[in-house]
């Protein structure tokens, strides 16, 4: 029985991604397509509020639990005035996060990072209260575009059944992903004075053996080295 080999894709390095950025650049400007556009978030006097119950217990005693129990049904009731208080996951905070750069937020577990980005994002739970400003290059929130803020969950969930391209592919597709890359590698091919550097990059940089996802998804996969488990289902766990 002969045994199937299959051709490794040839591995993306640092110095190759930041030159194939560069040929994207240099293409747009050919083709006369703008560059993509560059979002600057600046956030002032943010803070976001919770409310809680006065005087319910907090620890996970049998106790605690059975008076917590109680106190629900009572003032459910309306037998008794619910005394709430509010208290501050984010108090007054503000800054800028600036175009084309990386932003750490740092804190320890529950100091409220992700209702910080949230926040942001405009995907505060409605039991929250928030208050404050999000300009989006200048512009409110409600009249930012959703793919210029979007919130992106710690948790991925995906299609167990789907392979890692399929489910990239269909990712992209969801957020609206067009089919640039493909034009840009159109225009390199007809242009007869384009340096063979930039179309042997280009086809390093895209090319990936399948012809079912578009060229966007090759490079995510390269760039992130998955190439070797492309075709892979992913599977989840066991009920």
Not at 79 to 101: D, L, Q
Not at 127 to 142: A, E, H, M, Q
Not at 177 to 199: C, H, M, P, Q, W
Request: charged fraction near 25%; charge should be positive.
């Amino acid at each position: 029985m002969a045994a199937i080999v299959r051709e490794e894709a040839p591995p993306l390095t640092h110095a190759e991604n930041e030159e194939f950025l560069r040929v994207l650049r240099d293409v747009r400007q050919w083709v006369g397509r703008e560059p993509p556009e560059k979002v600057e978030v600046v956030f002032d006097g943010v803070s976001v509020e919770a409310e809680e119950r006065v005087g319910r217990r907090a620890l996970p005693t049998l106790p605690n639990a059975v008076f917590n129990a109680v106190k629900a049904i009572v003032d459910s009731m309306n037998t008794c005035a619910t005394r709430k208080g509010t208290f501050k996951i984010i108090n007054e905070v503000s800054g800028t996060i600036r175009p084309s750069r990386k932003t750490l937020v740092l804190g320890a577990p529950g100091s409220g990072k992700t209702t910080f980005l949230r926040a942001l994002a405009g995907k505060l739970d409605s039991s929250l209260k928030l208050k404050g400003k999000v300009f989006y290059n200048g512009k409110s929130r409600s009249s930012t575009p959703h793919y210029l803020c979007p919130y992106v969950s710690q948790h991925d969930l995906h299609l167990a059944e789907m392979t890692v391209r399929e489910i990239i592919n269909f990712s992209s597709n969801l957020l609206g992903s067009n089919n640039e890359f493909e034009i840009l590698g159109d225009a390199i091919e007809r242009n007869t004075d384009t340096n063979k550097v930039y179309k042997e990059l280009f086809s390093k940089a895209t090319k990936l053996g399948s012809k079912r996802s578009n060229l966007k998804t090759n490079y995510i996969i390269k760039i992130l080295g998955l190439s070797d488990c492309a075709e892979t289902i992913v599977g989840g766990c066991a009920p």
